[in-house]
């Protein structure tokens, strides 16, 4: 199992703690440093950063990590400006740039900077586009003809090296997983229950078996926290914290962590989550830090790492 550290600089964070928890994520061998992009989240006077321009930095400035973007939205950017963002992204990391795609989301986030949110169904036929379009892109150039997006460049230079991929993530039953079997080399999801993971990976291995790909090619991946203690007390008193705040005991809460497969415990008890996932097809587990950097603890951090590496 891969293991990465996933940030939400929107929340709060300075360029340079960006590259300190990076560097941090290296040194620990972590596979996978990745960060979110999004320009605020419901605090609009955070400090934060843009998220292909900060890792086009954090590529420099580091050696062997792989870079990525859960997810960069297509309402954000032109697929033109994506692809071409990646693939210079591709060639300053070395080939250690995974581009992550979604359709976006955010009201809040939209309206705030006036950008375009067009109803979901209008979003997905143009995330399929530029899907479509930024595949053609990083094979070198092409034509596509979309209502939304069409390129018409038969080369298209720096085209994407063997390390430049596509991430799709979402958590939709049949649109996202079908989208990601047709384009993507990673399908990301946050952690859920067994079932709903087994479905849509079955939807996503029909899809890329459809258009002739090979299913075993597409990493399956998960995002979520990682809740670990250095003794079963200090669990114990976390459950009954965490549970409190949802109105649950802390044996329910411990239920619905397992339910979801949710790495919770002493570092023994949390590394089973990630044998569970192992089990199911997942090849790559994200510990989501859903706080402003500055604020996130690196020697918790080195625990959880730790127990989901099984040290």
């Not at 300075?14 to 989240?41: C, N, T």
């Amino acid at each position: 199992m891969e293991l990465g550290l996933f940030v939400e600089p929107q929340l709060g964070g300075s360029y340079r703690s960006l590259v300190e928890l990076a560097q941090w994520a290296e040194a620990k061998g972590i596979d996978v440093f990745a960060r979110s992009d999004h320009y605020m989240h419901g605090d609009i006077t955070a400090h934060a950063t843009d998220a292909l321009t900060s890792l086009a930095g954090v590529a420099v400035e580091t050696d062997s990590i792989r870079l990525m973007t859960l997810v960069s939205p297509i309402t954000f950017r032109h697929p033109a400006v994506m692809a071409k963002s990646a693939t210079t992204l591709d060639e300053i990391s070395g080939g250690r740039f995974t581009l992550g795609v979604g359709t976006g989301w955010m009201e809040s986030e939209h309206e705030a900077f006036g950008l375009d949110l067009p109803p979901l169904g209008e979003r997905f036929d143009r995330f399929a586009e530029a899907l479509e379009y930024i595949r053609a892109v990083f094979d070198g150039g092409g034509e596509t003809k979309g209502e939304y997006y069409s390129l018409n460049a038969p080369t298209v230079l720096p085209s994407g090296s063997a390390g430049l991929g596509i991430v799709v993530g979402g958590s939709g039953e049949k649109k996202t997983p079908t989208l990601a079997g047709q384009f993507a080399d990673e399908y990301n999801m946050f952690v859920t229950d067994s079932e709903s993971i087994e479905r849509r990976v079955a939807v996503m291995r029909e899809a890329a078996s459809a258009v002739g790909r090979n299913p075993d090619d597409i990493l399956v991946s998960v995002a979520g926290p990682g809740f670990v203690y250095h003794d079963e007390k200090a669990h114990q008193e976390a459950l009954t914290e965490r549970g409190a705040k949802k109105e649950q005991t802390a044996e329910r809460y411990a239920r619905f962590l397992d339910e979801r497969n949710i790495p919770h415990g002493t570092p023994q008890d949390a590394h089973k989550a990630i044998v569970t996932l192992a089990t199911l097809g997942v090849g790559r587990y994200y510990v989501q830090e859903f706080a402003a950097l500055e604020d996130i603890d690196r020697d918790r951090l080195d625990l959880v790492f730790s127990a989901l590496i099984g040290e």
